[in-house]
Structure formats: structure tokens, C-alpha cells
């Protein structure tokens, strides 16, 4: 028997809609990826996601929190 991994990215934006208070978004790709750079690049180029700086900490936001930050 063989297990595989595969990666998941979440949306680090705060949510006061959801119940604990961050977004519940999930990135991630149906084909196996090596890395987390790999798979940001994919989901950013793809789907709509992006990686920012904001107020000094790097986060991952998914496409409806990455249109509210520009």
C-alpha cells in the first residue's frame, strides 16, 4: 500500500462571518505538487489567489479577500 500528500493552502484573512473568525477557504490542486511555492504559484496564476504583506506578516488570501486588498 502507498500513501501520498497533498498540499493545502488556507486563506489567512480575518472573517467575522465565519466561526472562528478566518476565512474558510482552502487552496489546492487535484494533481500532487512538490512544494508550497509550487502550489501558490499554481492557485495565483489559476485561481485567483495571492500572497501579501500585510501589516508586517506574509499571508495567503483566496480570490474574494486578495480583490478586497488592492
Known amino acids: 500500500m502507498a500513501a501520498d500528500a497533498y498540499l493545502v ?3 489567512d484573512a480575518p472573517d467575522p462571518d465565519e466561526t472562528d473568525g478566518r476565512c474558510s477557504a482552502e487552496g489546492h ?5 512538490r512544494t508550497h511555492t509550487e502550489l501558490r ?3 495565483r496564476t489559476d485561481r485567483g489567489w ?3 504583506r500585510i501589516d508586517g506578516q506574509l499571508l495567503d488570501l483566496c480570490p ?3 480583490e478586497e486588498t488592492r
Open 41 to 43: 504559484r499554481l492557485l
Open 29 to 33: 490542486w487535484p494533481v500532487r505538487v
Open 64 to 66: 474574494d479577500h486578495a
Open 9 to 11: 493552502i488556507c486563506c
Open 50 to 52: 495571492s500572497r501579501r
